[in-house]
């Protein structure tokens, strides 16, 4: 049998040369990936090791809603139902306040890992979003902590009934109202990334301004069914969820309609430079 004729031109690798010079990139993807994760878990690490040694002030801090809605000088009394109980919710509050504290280093280390394979324009494009992500989900954890969150509880409080034959009154657990009022940040914190959203998909053309007004209607009923099921079962707090991520959506067309115009004064600007 004759050999099978070499195919590759001059100067190219051969088949298996390809293989082994296309693991080269991906090693030191890998390498970089690791890297990032590592200095994004050190932050995370630190974080939790600061929240940790402060839970009990963070936890009774959470509590402050809580308050608000018994009403002033009135006493608080909270209750664990196994022994590790509260400890376990120390975890998971420093947990979910070191990834709090150590987003701006995992938004860092995010755009290092993806930033290399960026334009310039893309570069600057990008940037911007990593900040309105963190500051948006910080107005939503305000918006749940000194709205939704006191108006949930007055709302579960009016149900307790004194004076009757029967007694019933509130004696939240501490796992149970810490695990509310983190569900309650997420849902909001998420909610309010809907303009960053919006503008992303307008800078990968996906959608315009134009869709976004012509959508408004089912985009209302579908943010209404939403808060329906993140916020409490009470319509006050449905109703701080939908309207302010309904403004958002409008402050997302408008984000539209800004990147729409970036993009239309570019393409004249670049047609003008080619004529």
Same mark, same amino acid.
């Given at each position: 049998?004759?050999?099978?004729?070499?195919?590759?031109?001059?100067?190219?690798?051969?088949?298996?040369?390809?293989?082994?010079?296309?693991?080269?990139?991906?090693?030191?993807?890998?390498?970089?990936?690791?890297?990032?994760?590592?200095?994004?878990?050190?932050?995370?690490?630190?974080?939790?090791?600061?929240?940790?040694?402060?839970?009990?002030?963070?936890?009774?801090?959470?509590?402050?809603?809580?308050?608000?809605?018994?009403?002033?000088?009135?006493?608080?009394?909270?209750?664990?139902?196994?022994?590790?109980?509260?400890?376990?919710?120390?975890?998971?509050?420093?947990?979910?306040?070191?990834?709090?504290?150590?987003?701006?280093?995992?938004?860092?280390?995010?755009?290092?890992?993806?930033?290399?394979?960026?334009?310039?324009?893309?570069?600057?494009?990008?940037?911007?979003?990593? $900040?309105? %992500?963190? @500051? +948006?989900?910080? /107005? =939503?954890?305000?918006? &749940?902590?000194?709205?939704?969150?006191?108006? !949930?509880?007055?709302?579960?409080?009016?149900?307790?009934?004194?004076?009757?034959?029967?007694?019933?009154?509130?004696?939240?657990?501490?796992?149970?109202?810490?695990?509310?009022?983190?569900?309650?940040?997420?849902?909001?914190?998420?909610?309010?990334?809907?303009?960053?959203?919006?503008?992303?998909?307008?800078?990968?053309?996906?959608?315009?301004?134009?869709?976004?007004?012509?959508?408004?209607?089912?985009?209302?009923?579908?943010?209404?069914?939403?808060?329906?099921?993140?916020?409490?079962?009470?319509?006050?707090?449905?109703?701080?969820?939908? $309207?302010? %991520?309904? @403004? +958002?959506?409008? /402050? =997302?067309?408008?984000? &539209?309609?800004?990147?729409?115009?970036?993009? !239309?004064?570019?393409?004249?600007?670049?047609?003008?430079?080619?004529?």
């Amino acid at each position: 049998m004759q050999d099978k004729p070499d195919t590759a031109a001059p100067g190219q690798p051969d088949g298996q040369d390809e293989v082994e010079a296309s693991k080269a990139p991906l090693i030191e993807h890998l390498i970089e990936l690791r890297q990032r994760l590592i200095h994004a878990l050190i932050g995370v690490g630190v974080g939790f090791v600061i929240c940790f040694a402060f839970a009990t002030q963070i936890y009774n801090l959470l509590v402050w809603p809580y308050q608000v809605a018994r009403g002033p000088g009135q006493k608080i009394e909270m209750i664990y139902t196994a022994p590790h109980e509260f400890f376990f919710t120390k975890l998971k509050l420093a947990l979910f306040g070191a990834v709090f504290l150590a987003f701006p280093i995992i938004a860092y280390q995010i755009y290092k890992f993806v930033a290399p394979g960026l334009y310039k324009n893309e570069k600057e494009a990008f940037r911007p979003y990593l $900040l309105w %992500t963190f @500051l +948006l989900f910080i /107005a =939503g954890a305000l918006v &749940v902590y000194f709205i939704v969150m006191p108006l !949930a509880m007055i709302f579960f409080l009016s149900m307790e009934q004194t004076g009757g034959q029967v007694e019933i009154h509130l004696q939240a657990r501490v796992s149970e109202y810490l695990s509310l009022i983190m569900t309650l940040i997420l849902g909001f914190g998420i909610m309010f990334q809907l303009p960053v959203v919006l503008s992303l998909l307008a800078q990968a053309g996906i959608v315009t301004g134009q869709q976004l007004r012509d959508f408004r209607r089912y985009a209302i009923v579908g943010i209404t069914g939403v808060a329906a099921v993140l916020s409490p079962p009470d319509p006050f707090s449905m109703i701080a969820m939908a $309207l302010p %991520t309904i @403004l +958002l959506y409008e /402050a =997302g067309i408008w984000r &539209v309609d800004w990147v729409e115009k970036q993009r !239309a004064a570019k393409a004249a600007a670049d047609q003008a430079a080619a004529g």
